[in-house]
């Protein structure tokens, strides 16, 4: 039945005419009276599909759902969100493409979830992931050592980042690869990876997108830190829209990496970001470090300089902007 | 008794030569007919030990077995070894290591197997995997950035080089860590490593070493690259204090990573290799670089001078040694 709905579906909406259920019943290889049931199904998903007799079915509005079929609808990539995933609920995106990777999942791999329920984020912590955003995981097959992944977690800030801003949000960057809207996230990134000591065998882009949930749902001591797309635009939009322009960027920026090496990631890093220039503190290691953030190295670091002069290049912890000097 | 047992066996296969009763007893501050009584039952549980009126108790073979008990007896480590994982068949023990490691298994934590059916090498690599070898792997929990562990890597090769070499092997390292004998390997590394962009989860060292395993058993196409401790020096060893003296080694150089920082590991690294000075040709990501080993840069990385006086650092790839300069 599942299958058969998601069947359904796509001949709907290869056609948006009418289709005669007869025709529909033969073309998959069931009983109309299966069809009907199909068609019944998605109208409680929230698609709009209009029945009238003698000339069939055909697709009025689709909701905001990201099945695979929808995905897949016009999606501009080559390898990114080829092979789709998805969960109604799952207890971490991540985990899942982790163990689909391990067992051999191509690059471009996408799981995705309408709702996790232990969904994480970097150093461990919770990631809040109630029904409305987006929250996927992405497999990739770098051709890296460990030591080059950071420069991919600025890649894969960069390409939500833009695909933010086609949709009209005015977002940036913050060091590493958290993407903000007058200082508070509305999207991050969890970057993990398996390696050998010197080969990369795969990496895990997972991004969780505050799209149409609502802030006022964010647990209390998150809700001044976070925002939404849906807050900042002041209207609702297709998850499904974003996620494909999201994928495509994605791919977009990662073919860039590979083919013209990591200074154009970095060029494009250092115009989105909001974190250069700024005064900065950053803990990592237990340490507390705090100066103008200079730049970013070869590697993704960022470079910071000290009250002293001293330059420090932190590859590790958490950035808070304190304010410009 | 238990316990004295235990001692008297430490101390002859420590020695593998004849220890007076005398000496045994006031070493271990007890009686000689209490001495006596430990030697039978050593016996009894297959230690063949001689006693010669005179000269004393010599240990002349040891029952090649590496249940948990025999390697946690005596064994002088904090950490290393502390939690033990045994099997009789297992079909990679960094797979299992790895399950272990995910689910949250201490640093130190040793999988260990008498063989693997898919022991798995460098870069996807079968690893020969038959019994009479030592096949483990050791869950470290390093507070490291992913761009920092093929220092770890070296280390590795370094404790499990000063094991061999306590052991009478003159054995010496091959960027990164193969440990060979005379160019022939008698042990190999897999380092394998689970990280956030920035910080290491856990790396698994997994650890082989040809040790009793006959050379004659290898694949024929592996068999002139291949060498084993007991081919080397002409005896069996005991599998289970060799590899004591490895889990010994390994945290006396891991906590010196930790405590000192990476130059002592790198020093030692430099005193026990036989690779710089020598000409060697190393494939990296398809590409093939020859010229002169001149040293190790700080992370772990070979530097190597070509033709054209320029040096290229390489982090990734496979050292093959072909000849002084």
Chains 1, 2 share one sequence.
């Not at 039945?1 to 998601?6: A, N, S």
């Not at 056609?15 to 033969?26: C, H, N, Q």
């Not at 999606?75 to 985990?95: H, M, P, Q, W």
């Not at 939500?160 to 590493?176: D, F, M, S």
Request: glycine share 10%; charged share 30%.
């Amino acid at each position: 039945m599942e299958d058969l709905k998601f069947n359904v579906l796509r001949l709907l909406s290869e056609k948006y005419d009418f289709i005669s259920g007869e025709k529909l019943a033969s073309e998959l290889g069931v009983s109309r009276t299966a069809v009907w049931k199909a068609v019944k199904s998605l109208r409680s998903r929230g698609y709009s599909i209009e029945a009238v007799p003698r000339r069939g079915y055909r697709l009025v509005k689709t909701p905001d759902v990201i099945f695979p079929q929808e995905i897949k609808r016009g999606l501009r990539t080559r390898v990114f969100g080829r092979k789709i995933v998805y969960f109604e609920e799952v207890a971490s995106t991540n985990d899942v493409a982790k163990e689909l990777a391990s067992q051999g999942a191509p690059e471009g791999t996408l799981v995705i979830a309408e709702m996790q329920t232990r969904g994480r984020g970097r150093m461990s912590r919770e990631w809040f992931s109630p029904r409305g955003g987006l929250w996927f995981s992405i497999i990739l097959r770098p051709d890296m050592t460990p030591g080059e992944v950071p420069l991919l977690a600025l890649m894969l800030g960069v390409g939500v980042a833009k695909a933010l801003l086609r949709e009209g949000l005015r977002c940036h960057l913050k060091w590493p690869n958290d993407v903000l809207v007058d200082g508070r996230k509305v999207c991050g990134i969890l970057t993990e990876l398996d390696a050998e000591m010197d080969v990369v065998n795969y990496v895990i882009g997972g991004i969780g997108i505050n799209v149409n949930n609502e802030v006022k749902d964010f647990p209390m001591e998150f809700r001044h830190l976070a925002t939404t797309v849906k807050a900042e635009l002041g209207r609702k939009v297709s998850r499904v829209v974003l996620l494909k322009h999201v994928l495509e960027e994605l791919e977009r920026t990662y073919d860039g990496l590979n083919e013209k090496g990591g200074s154009v990631v970095l060029d494009e890093w250092r115009r989105l970001s909001s974190t250069l220039g700024k005064r900065v503190r950053v803990v990592t290691h237990g340490r507390t470090i705090e100066g103008l953030a200079l730049d970013v190295a070869d590697n993704g670091a960022l470079l910071i300089e000290l009250e002293n002069g001293r330059i420090e290049k932190i590859i590790s912890g958490d950035c808070l902007h304190v304010g410009k000097i």
